[in-house]
């Protein structure tokens, strides 16, 4: 969208959350509902399933100009298909390894188990990642072939 | 070229009054493959779903964004609103921007506005793609399945079979009627169990409907909802071999019931050790004894009518760091039932309750619990019991009331220990069978606690009785009975609409790896040495996305959520035009 015209401010992030059906998309909703207010700099995937996190989604964000990825999955012992999450934590650390050789801090990648009935810790997980990808500056994606 | 109609709902203020409806519009027209955009008031409403079934009709619309709450509110009310003027309802998906957008961004109006732009944007690129589906049908075999022959089986198996739907009930035991044979009379109207328990076991053995198989256990199962494929194996009871038999059923209910914690885990009260320290289900024993007899409770270790006994609650339960967290539920009452009927069988005898809280959640049973305190002369005493010991031929004990805050010493004859209820030995060979998820406990976790309590996490089995929690007789039957009833609406349909949102496989990407088949959860995925690649069971798959994240060649895919959709959204979230989209004051 195009206007408000352009003044110079201070480094915003972009997060790019991929959150599952069943537990922290729901959980994202009771935020809403309860009307928890937190900061606008995260954007939802909808996945069915935290285990359905791919590693190119992830990648793909962050090379597209996302500063910090957020997954949101059930509680372990709570994925509604049994072990996804788990699978989903397997597959972070991982990718994890990956960023790193990439020259990319492993610690723009975000993985929290946040309930349907836990809208509040949604709100807080967003301002935490949002404060911490703030302090952590734009994605070496963007900054390391500048000048 | 798709024809998009994007319709943007205020849901009056609560959208709104935070973000620029006009405003959104007028951005999201300009956009390609736009065909249609416009704003109302209460979209889901009436004359809101009339405009987007008349545009449907006058644009020509191939597929279409609904801005508006979330897709868990609404996405339905849509869906059926395209498919009644023709458009396939899977060609619709919902922009979530009131509980993700307006509703946590409420003092940010342009920021909200920027973003609810933004999710119509990606919600765009994800719809275009979307292809038009039809629900998966599948045929429905109308008999049930019945594990475990309890109270609970035994009223499900019933009201099944009078139904008229034939129904196969395997129990473990020799005997049906589990736990509830062992029990002399339930509270609060001291009715014999035998006189609930024995006209329902002839029933069941007697009907036309009932397939009753004793001595067996459920050794494979197979299948899905309506088409369940059960091996049951049957001890002979020779010594030979068990003989198996495969049962196709369409439902399966899980009510293999419950155990007792072992005495032996609470060594404190001697448990195992000191043979007048017993379980709540021993002492039913004992008072089932005496009143065949006609004669008074005796104790085990020599047989010597008791004079002194203390009953001691909570014995593993709600001890989280010892032994079990949770609240046992059935032992509060049948404590304070045995007492009474001790003080009636052994007249002059003296009873005492160690408790923490006396809870009375059951029908008529506060008034019988403080009937018999008050009129029965049962002792009850505020504390844990910590030392039990022989001394003698009698047993001593260590207390304390802790509301006077005195030391106590007792003596008995006999200690009897209301343990833990525990799921039944088994369960978790059962929960891996039919693929019902326990919880941290161990018991039968239901589909939903409030809105799905007799459903497992799977579809088509069911639960039922105190595998799922400890209960009551009462609740047991309840529940059994609602269970009975919701297998009863499935088995009204002659076949099930399935969800088509699940995986299919490109079987010229597919190198027939395998990689899918130990990933999936459900079992639906299977390579066919033939054909050369990995087949997709649909009627199985739930559509969680687990194989296709795991497949190397990306040659499986979710339908209707791709990876080309889904790396569509993330283009748009990642990569918007301008910085100022995420420009935020917070």
Known sequence: MAEPAKTPTAFEPRIVAFLCHWCTYTGADLAGTTRQQYPPNVRVVHLMCSGAIDVVYVLKALMDGADGVLIGGCHPGDCHYQSGNFKARRRVAILKNILAQLGLSADRVWLRWISASEGRLFAETVREVTEAVRAMGPSEFKTQWDA | ?586
């Open chain 2, 1 to 586: 070229m798709n024809r998009i109609g994007v319709f943007l709902c205020w849901c009056g203020s609560n959208i709104a009054g935070t973000v620029d409806v006009h405003r959104v519009i007028e951005e999201v027209r300009k956009l390609p493959e736009v065909a249609h955009a416009e704003n109302y008031m209460y979209m889901c409403s009436d004359p809101g779903q009339d405009l987007v079934k008349a545009a449907i009709r006058d644009k020509n619309l191939t597929n279409l964004v609904v801005a508006s709450c979330s897709p868990r509110m609404h996405e339905n009310t849509f869906r059926k609103a395209a498919a009644s003027v023709g458009l396939n309802p899977y060609l619709v998906e919902i922009a979530n921007v009131r509980e993700q957008c307006s509703w946590v961004h409420q003092q940010q109006k342009d920021v909200a506005t920027r973003k609810a732009y933004n999710i119509i944007k990606a919600t765009i690129e994800k719809v275009k793609r979307n292809a038009a589906l039809e629900a998966i049908r599948v045929p429905v075999t109308k008999r049930a399945l019945v594990v475990g022959a309890g109270i609970a089986g035994i009223t499900a198996a019933l009201d099944l079979a009078d139904a008229g739907f034939e129904t196969v009930v395997v129990e473990r035991e020799a005997e049906i009627g589990g736990k509830l044979r062992r029990i002399s009379r339930t509270f609060p109207y001291h009715e014999p169990a035998d006189a609930i328990l024995a006209p329902r076991a002839e029933a069941l053995r007697d009907h036309p409907n009932v397939t009753l198989y004793t001595s067996s256990e459920v050794t494979a199962v197979g299948g899905y909802v309506g088409n369940f494929d059960v091996e049951v194996a049957t001890d002979p009871g020779d010594g030979g071999p068990p003989e198996t038999r495969t049962e196709k059923v369409g439902a399966i209910v899980v009510s293999t019931g419950y155990d007792l914690y072992p005495v032996e885990n609470l060594g404190e009260y001697g448990g195992g050790r000191l043979p007048d320290v017993i379980d709540g289900l021993a002492f039913e024993g004992l008072l089932a004894d005496s009143f065949r007899n006609g004669e008074p409770v005796r104790r085990p270790s020599d047989g010597r009518p008791v004079r002194d006994v203390v009953f001691i609650q909570c014995s593993g339960s709600r001890d989280p760091e010892n032994h079990k967290p949770y609240c046992s539920r059935i032992c509060c009452l049948y404590t304070n039932k045995q007492a009474r009927l001790l003080r009636d069988r052994n007249p002059g005898c003296r009873a005492w309750v160690s408790f923490m809280d006396v809870r009375t959640d059951c029908k008529n049973t506060e008034e019988y619990c403080q009937q018999n305190i008050e009129e029965r002369g049962i002792v009850y005493v505020r504390g844990r019991v910590s030392r039990v010991w022989q001394e003698g031929d009698r047993l001593r004990l260590w207390t304390a009331d802790t509301l006077t805050g005195e030391k106590i010493e007792l003596d008995a004859d006999l200690v009897v220990l209301a343990t833990a209820v525990v799921p039944a030995a088994g369960y978790a060979e059962v929960s891996s069978l039919l693929r019902a998820g326990v919880d941290a406990n161990g018991f039968f976790q239901e589909s939903h606690i409030k809105l799905r309590p007799v459903e497992s996490s799977t579809r088509g089995v069911y639960l039922a009785g105190a595998g799922q929690y400890p209960k009551d007789i009462t609740d047991t039957v309840a529940q059994a009975q609602a269970t009975a009833s919701k297998i009863q609406s499935l088995f009204a349909n002659e076949e099930l609409a399935q969800d088509p949102l699940v995986c299919r496989v490109d079987p010229d990407l597919c190198s027939a790896c395998g990689i899918c088949v130990p990933i999936c959860p459900y079992g639906a995925r299977e390579v066919d040495a033939l054909a050369g690649f990995s087949r997709v069971n649909e009627a199985l798959c739930e559509g969680c996305g687990a194989c296709v994240a795991a497949c190397p060649n990306k040659a499986c895919q979710l339908k209707n959520d791709s990876m080309v959709q889904v790396v569509g959204e993330i283009e748009v979230f990642a990569a918007e035009e301008g910085e100022e989209d995420y420009t935020c004051a917070c």
